[in-house]
């Protein structure tokens, strides 16, 4: 963006103007990259109680296998465990004997691990007057859905990407979503036939995400309906007078394959698993829209975070129309958690995170190939090596997903957790 050195100087000449009289504040010019760091300097008052609070029900026990929160059940006037799937009891430390395991959806509660690691650095404490506003203030001149995202976290998503190497972000415009999900439904809006007369087909190649059918059918539009498989259109060459808007899910879900426009016409990517943890990067991604999602980043599906980076002018509008009029924009409790998490993503050009996220996903990969290898009745889909920019060297992927391979039921999963855990890629 042609405004974007501009609208960084114009945020840090305000945060300084606001934060000194409390912080100091270790300027750094945003166009040539410095570090920032906030140190306090008071002693903590009114912020004491919270974090009491919030780290005595993290220090509630749930044996690794569940967690207590502030909002969750409570009996006793006291939080008590909610156990994740297959264990039960006070303290989830029971498994439950003949447990099944889904391989057809998951949480992708895997990174839980590593962010009790970084506890202190991915932590936020929310005041009760935070943000109460409607809107940032970032671009005071301009119009609310203009002001609805923090300039400081789209600055870290765009650094996210370069350090990563999977997205083009330079002259891009991003927008934020409540989780990729809104910006799916935003993209057809954006995207879509303006002409209702004759609506745009949505396609997706099969296997795909259900959830684009889905949503397609719940809109109920007038400009757009799914069209089905992207392959039988090819095959008849209908597309060539009708309008089209082609999902393309890169690596795909389920089969994790790095996918491909069939059609070559109006196209979404959806990139939500294109995270070294999932698939070796071979390069930076370059599209006119392309969408990801925290969610399968970090872990923080919960949080409902999504981006979409946008190339086009019009369409971009269109996207912050859409965003606007649905919704008024994410919560910015939310963007404020986002903010913290990425800094600990970055940290050491990202090494900790995806080093600790892809040896999880390999291991699981590992256990979960070699049990299969001794089973006749059940096989799953093959992976390819490839070169991963980021790790630089060649590796296979570890998709979040499993693909001709459902609702397995594992009665050996008994004998350990780990065995349990094993079909569990997400869980
Ligand atoms: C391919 C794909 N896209 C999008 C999503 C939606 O994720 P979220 O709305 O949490 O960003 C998912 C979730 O499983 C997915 O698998
Ligand atoms: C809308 O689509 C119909 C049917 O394809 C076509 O006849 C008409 O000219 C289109 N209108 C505009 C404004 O493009
Ligand atoms: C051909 O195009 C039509 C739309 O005109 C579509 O409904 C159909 O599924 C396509 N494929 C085949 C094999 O007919
Ligand atoms: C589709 O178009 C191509 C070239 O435009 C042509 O060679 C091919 O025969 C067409 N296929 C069908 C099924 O009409
Ligand atoms: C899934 O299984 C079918 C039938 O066994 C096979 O043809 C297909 O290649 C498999 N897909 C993958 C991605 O392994
Ligand atoms: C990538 O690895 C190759 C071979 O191991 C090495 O020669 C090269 O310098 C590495 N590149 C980077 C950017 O680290």
Redesign the pocket.
């Known amino acids: 963006m042609k405004t974007y050195c501009y609208r960084k100087r114009f945020l840090v000449s305000i945060t300084i103007n606001i934060l000194l009289c409390v912080y100091i504040y270790t300027g750094r010019d945003r166009c040539g990259e410095k570090n920032q760091e906030i140190s306090h300097q008071l002693s903590l008052s009114w912020s004491e109680k919270a974090a009491a609070e919030a780290e005595a029900v993290a220090a509630i026990s749930c044996s690794g296998h569940g967690r207590a929160f502030l909002e969750g059940l409570i009996y006793d006037g006291q939080p008590v465990c909610e156990c994740y799937d297959c264990y039960g009891g006070p303290d989830c430390s029971e498994l439950s004997p003949e447990c099944a395991a889904d391989a057809d959806g998951g949480d992708p509660i895997f990174l839980e691990p590593f962010w009790m690691q970084k506890a202190a650095d991915s932590s936020v404490l929310i005041p009760g007057w935070h943000r109460m506003s409607y809107k940032y203030n970032d671009h005071p001149l301009m119009s609310i859905e203009y002001n609805l995202m923090s300039t400081e976290l789209e600055y870290y998503i765009r650094k996210l990407h370069s350090i990563v190497g999977n997205a083009i972000t330079q002259g891009r415009y991003i927008v934020f979503g409540i989780?990729?999900?809104q910006l799916?439904t935003a993209a057809l809006y954006a995207l879509s036939s303006e002409n209702s007369s004759s609506p745009s087909n949505v396609l997706a190649t099969i296997p795909y995400?259900p959830?684009y059918k889905g949503q397609t059918v719940l809109f109920n539009s007038k400009n757009f309906e799914f069209g089905g498989d992207t392959n039988s259109w090819q095959s008849n060459n209908s597309t060539n007078n009708i309008d089209v808007v082609e999902f393309v899910?890169s690596p795909n879900?389920p089969d994790g394959e790095l996918k491909k426009s069939v059609l070559g016409r109006k196209t979404i990517y959806?990139h939500?698993?294109f995270w070294p943890h999932f698939t070796p990067i071979p390069g930076p991604s370059d599209h006119d829209l392309m969408i990801f999602?925290l969610?399968k980043l970090t872990g923080h599906?919960g949080a409902?975070f999504?981006w979409a980076i946008i190339k086009n002018k019009d369409v971009y509008e269109k996207f912050l129309n859409y965003i606007m009029m649905a919704d008024l924009g994410i919560s910015k409790d939310t963007q404020l958690r986002v903010l913290k998490l990425l800094k600990v993503a970055i940290e050491e050009n990202g090494k900790p995170l995806f080093d600790y996220s892809y040896n999880t996903m390999r291991d699981r990969w590992d256990r979960l190939t070699s049990v299969l290898s001794k089973s006749t009745r059940f096989s799953i889909q093959k992976r390819h090596p490839l070169h991963c920019n980021f790790f630089n060297e060649t590796r296979l992927p570890s998709p979040g997903n499993l693909f001709n391979l459902t609702k397995l039921i594992l009665y050996d999963c008994l004998t350990s957790y780990s065995a349990c855990y094993i079909f569990k890629i997400f869980k």
Do not use: E, F
Request: glycine fraction near 12%; avoid cysteine; charge should be neutral.
């Open positions: 989780g990729s999900s799916l995400y959830v899910t879900n959806d939500a698993y999602t969610s599906a409902r999504g």
